[in-house]
């Protein structure tokens, strides 16, 4: 095998989420000061040394709050993407070997479920799992990820299931499950790897969303979509809050896009 | 080269989407060019006002609730007598009232010539009829149970004469209720009052429009008409009043005023008249046992909640009383608990709690100096070990499962007085009343409510009013906070602003000063 390419994409993006990685993991130990701590006199400071990001309306600073606010929404991210991604691929995976009634009737079930708009189908399942709790806010995104990771995984094992590899590992007596997971998930790599990043980036942005519409995460909670809602309201008398804090997932959307685009290359070079 | 140009149109037609994404969300708050601005209106003598939350869906005032209704239906709506901006009761439909020596009879005397808003004259009929529709209790408990006070009302010309079972300093509170015409029956949708502003139309969700009624008995509103719209989110408030969309709008933070610019707005400062606390559902685990209220109640420092929350604006209290109630509010009771994190550790530990326990705040997401108050208070609940969650809901459904359904364990928010009566306020918490939502049950103060039903001896009254109001604080019924500042955003030019000792807005007496005749 040849050398590979320097792959600028994969390092970059690769550096800026371990280092966010990190910062959600570990964040408690940096933070300066207790991200719920109140302060009457430190009320809506702009950025300094002290407090890096400035202070919100209730004096709390408002980098400690984004460090918690990112583990918040690191967690939520990435348990919404685990839950669509090994649902929607066995779904896929089942359906798109096996194809026949259950392919049709799964697949026309998974239409139904994307023509639904998502903000939509997660506030449905939002307030039948009931608001205000993290749990829920994971399920429904994840609920709403589904369809979306379902119908590419379909593709993505359908295509190959007449094979040779896969027709000479069915001659020697391997069942369907087998096939599956052994013959053919590692094939669906190329396809799977990419969809987990954009889909972390949807769902930061979906969880940044359903918080800025107050069904998300609640307060005293800190999460770095709650917050942009909050800053929302203070756009005049505090700039910098809502600069910080959107600044904050741009970057980490930018980030977890690099890695994916980087994954990408390296996997068609 | 094609691919380059079908990319950029893309990125244009998805920077295009973005904008009008953007774009549609500000329909929440009325803005755009076509929206009539401050000075159109001051030209057409009417104002737009905010207001946080739709009203009742019923607008028969015999039956609305929400303070915020009664707010706005004061201005359509009068009873016999109605109150002054200091509290005082001063004749309406009535034009005099005779109270006998010995405290027993009230004679009223209608007013001549007194319309309702469909051109009908007031008649005897319709004060009996609307008396006793609220004194009627053939259906279980009556509208207002304190009219079962009256024995009989006989009428003669147009002097009615109630006579009562025993002497009541309270009955002619009660007096201000709305007399409405007998024979009508579109309240809910279409209601038809006595008062200055005569009910238009009703958009649900949307607004309410209010026109100055003509043939009004007394001194004729200034304005022509008044539009309320609901705004139900503080941003959108404070963009309604910025874009020139509204011209008024009460209730706001001081973290709303300060971003309005002082060239085009004026800051009036009143109190809200009400309680603002964190109720207790009193039969809820853990707040069934009064130590571990009373230990919530260690836990909290009411100033640097105003501080934080408030800028330090409000009046903080210590029981289910405010200041505009004179002789009936005890202010000492305000710092009968004074924040000491130690004891109230002490208690829970002693109530069974020493690691604290979860419990959750059911809040008005539309009241922000609510949301705002709870999220204080959660960090100061959380110093003694209490974890407290915060669930934001629709004002519809506040009203409909924590205030009806008591499904809740502890909310944030402010309870009014429907009229200047202590009843008003300490009602609620006999264990049986049927407005009695934290569900508080105490057979001390269900017997001094009782003795006081039957105490007609002004200074009696009093003392036992001020030992229900001890019995709340001591038995600590709730977490009390304060009664809150109420900072309105007038739009300059726009003048006759006046407090009430009630929650209301007086939309009679404002006037735009350019336009009004000096």
Redesign the interface.
Known sequence: MAARKSNPFLILGGVLIAAFLALAVFGALFSPQDP???Q?GE?LLAPSLTHLFGTD???RDIFSRALAGLGTTFFVAAATVAIGAVFGTLTGALTGYYGGVADAALMRLNDTLTAFPAVLLALLAISLLG???ESSLVLALGLVFIPGYARLMRTAFASPSNRAFVLSARLMGAKGARIIFVQLLPNTLPTLLPALTIGFNNAVLAEAGMSFL?IGV???DASLGYMLSEA???L??APWYAACVGGVIVLLVFAVGLFGEGLQRRMHT | MKKKILALLLVLCLGCSLLTACGGKTNNGPTGKDTPTGSDRAAANEITVGIAQDLDESLDPHKAVAAGTKEVMFNVFEGLVKPDKDGNLIPAIASEVNVAEDGGSYTFTLRDGVKFHNGEAVTMQDVLYSINRNADDSAGEPLIPALSVIADMTAEDNRLTVTLEQPDSDFLAYMTLAILPENYDKQDTAPVGTGPFRFVSRTAQDSIVLERFADYWGAPAKLDRVTYKVIENAQGLLLGLQSGALDLVSHLGSTQTSQLSEKDFRIEEGTMNLVQALYLNNAEKPFDDVRVRQALCYAVDKQAVLELAFDGYGHPLGSSMFPAFGRYFDGSLTDYYTQDTEKAKALLAEAGYPDGFDMTVTVPSNYQPHMDTAEVLSEMLGAVGIRVTILPVEWSSWLSDVYGGRKFQSTVIGVDASNLTADALLGRFYSTASNNFTNYSNAEFDALYEQAQNTFDEDAYTSLVLQMEKNLTENAANVYIQDMADLVAVRKGLAGLQFYPLYVLDAASLYWADTAVS
Do not use: D, L, V
Request: net charge positive.
């Open positions: 719920n701590a109140m009457a009320k309306r209730f004096g608001p205000g709790k107050g609640t307060p005293p929302q309201g203070m005049a008398a």
